[in-house]
């Protein structure tokens, strides 16, 4: 198994891998986000009791640390040999290939998302599941009113907004680059894989903007 | 109509591996815009010469497209900034009268400088050597018809196989990679029949030898696919990582 670290493509495998996954978990999480507009009651229900401090979200917790860990290890990794392998000196006349700009800037992309989430974590996870966890004071089981009053702030939504706006950068590339990292692709595959990944990008950006914005608005808890 | 034109070039002088290098500019006055790129570089060797300077060096050979030794980074495109060609297909048509053009080596740490415009590229040779190639005991021709391919397989494969491995895709990536290169190398034997019965470990040697020489990891930027001379798509890619994959998985 030592190919998945010292072959480039065993590396690359392993970050698609781990993007994957980070992306299934990105669509769990909107979709639970959502229904903070519908009701808070639900909201609260499927954050303690469905998630919460029980055993199998502690377990999914950890596994979830352990993709965001690999995803971002690997990265820092793959940049730095990359930037070996393109040699000291750089183009006087700068390279003007065309390509994507996400595509040129997906570590860049990573570290703004990665900076949004030790604000998030604290914000969020930190006094929900964290100091339940650890007997901390102060754990709250209100969750859908503590992400209300977080995004009364509207620097934070703005904070928020910029964060998700990279997260789509991010996707918009990473989802098919992963797909044709692990194999999937060809001629034929390769628009259906890039207009799958726009619309799964397009839907975890616009929902999790869409809940902080309306949240902000006071457009929440319609249904209640 | 072409006309003739007065430019500067900006030519990156190295001594040699060591050198710390820099770049140069040199006027040139009346290239007729039907003269090639080469060409252009050749008179302006031809004025060193005269001035006792030292010419400046690079690869050209067979200046038809086909050879794979001419190199060039020129404003900011491997092989110019016209489409799908080499730098010997450039023709000076694509540039106007007072315009500074900017001429690099390739730039990647496994393909060091030799001197001036010229770079090592056996790294590529010594990915070919580790599998490119199908080990046949020649005997007697067999007919054509024996083995049957599918059309498109053909197509595919003979695609594949219009790489000249010039590098360029090295060049223009960020990353340094040379998965286009190997890609297409891998491509071009695994969809055919004969090709087939050696894939894994082809896959699985040349891709270690990649590794080894320093070439980078790929980010499926595209860059390569936008600047090679040949087309070469980046499909291909993603048919070497599932050639390499299933290799991995077997063993």
């Known amino acids: 198994m030592s190919w998945l670290i010292k072959s480039s493509i065993g590396r690359k495998f392993v970050q698609s891998l781990s993007g994957l996954f980070l992306i299934l978990f990105l669509l769990f999480h909107v979709c639970m986000n959502l229904v903070l507009i519908f009701n808070y009651e639900t909201y609260n229900f499927l954050a303690n009791e469905m998630l919460g401090a029980n055993w199998w979200a502690i377990v999914g917790t950890i596994v979830i640390f352990f993709g965001f860990g690999v995803h971002i290890i690997y990265s820092i990794f793959l940049t730095l040999q990359n930037r070996k392998a393109r040699g000291n000196i750089r183009y006087e006349s700068s390279s003007k290939t065309p390509a994507t700009w996400s595509s040129k800037n997906m570590f860049v992309l990573g570290l703004v998302i990665a900076l949004f989430l030790v604000l998030h974590l604290y914000q969020m996870w930190y006094q929900m599941q964290f100091k339940e966890l650890f007997m901390i004071e102060g754990a709250r089981h209100d969750s859908a009113q503590l992400v209300e009053e977080v995004f009364s702030n509207i620097w934070v939504v703005i904070l928020y907004v910029v964060a998700f706006i990279a997260l789509w950068f991010h996707l918009t590339h990473g989802f098919w680059s992963a797909l044709h990292t692990v194999g999937w692709n060809n001629d034929i595959w390769m628009k259906r894989i890039k207009m799958i990944g726009n619309v799964l990008s397009a839907f975890i950006c616009i929902g999790f903007i869409a809940v902080a914005v309306l949240m902000h608005l006071g457009y929440s808890n319609l249904l209640a | ?251």
């Open chain 2, 1 to 251: 109509m072409d006309k003739d034109i007065n430019i500067k070039v900006k030519v990156w002088r190295q001594n040699g591996p060591k050198d710390k290098g820099h770049f140069e500019v040199y006027p040139l006055e009346n290239i007729s815009q039907g003269s090639s790129f080469l060409e252009m570089l050749d008179i302006l060797n031809e004025n060193l010469i005269n001035e006792g300077k030292e010419p400046v060096v690079f690869d050209h050979d067979c200046r038809e497209g086909i050879c794979g030794i001419c190199s060039l980074y020129i404003d900011g495109h491997p092989h110019g900034p016209d489409e799908d060609i080499t730098t010997c297909q450039l023709h000076m048509r694509t540039f106007d009268e007072g315009d500074t053009i900017t001429v690099e080596p390739w730039r990647s740490t496994a393909f060091p400088v030799i001197k001036d415009l010229m770079v090592d590229r056996t790294a590529f040779d010594k990915i070919i050597q580790a599998g490119g190639y199908t080990s046949v005991n020649t005997g007697g021709t067999p007919d054509a018809n024996a083995i049957l391919i599918p059309h498109d397989q053909a197509e595919l494969a003979m695609d594949a196989a219009a790489c000249i491995g010039c590098g360029a895709c090295v060049a223009a990536c960020k990353n340094g990679s040379a998965m286009l290169f190997v890609s297409a190398k891998v491509s071009q034997l695994a969809l055919l029949p004969q090709g087939k019965v050696e894939a894994a470990k082809r896959a699985k040697s040349m891709v270690a030898k990649m590794d080894e020489l320093g070439f980078g990891n790929c980010t499926n930027t595209g860059a390569c696919e936008v600047e090679c001379p040949k087309n070469i798509s980046i499909s291909n890619i993603a048919r070497l990582n599932r050639e390499f994959l299933k290799a991995k998985f077997k063993d």
